[in-house]
């Protein structure tokens, strides 16, 4: 299970990013922590789990910092793109 510094509605949750990690996709591996949102370098789908939603494919635009708090993302389905997981 992933770790949640930031759990939803606590104080602190809607700031920018402090600290981040690049995210290596994995099919069986949940992310470290659970960011405040994901950034993609260049436009591409993530495949991911999101709240109780498992394996939803979303198509991303780079150069954006999306709202979107994934506890994994899969290698199978996402395309090859760099994803950055800001907390």
Avoid: C, W
């Avoid at 470290?32 to 789908?45: A, F, K, S, Y």
């Avoid at 999101?50 to 199978?76: C, D, E, Q």
């Amino acid at each position: 299970m992933s770790a949640m510094p930031y759990p939803a509605g606590s104080s602190g949750s809607t700031d920018s990013f402090s600290d981040g990690y690049v995210v290596t996709p994995s099919d069986t591996e949940d992310l470290q922590v659970i960011p405040r949102g994901i950034h993609l370098n260049e436009d591409g789908t993530v495949k991911m789990d999101i709240g109780s939603l498992v394996g939803v494919s979303i198509f991303f635009i780079g150069g954006i910092s999306h709202p979107y708090r994934p506890r994994k993302i899969y290698a199978t389905g996402t395309d090859n793109v760099q994803i950055y997981a800001g907390y």
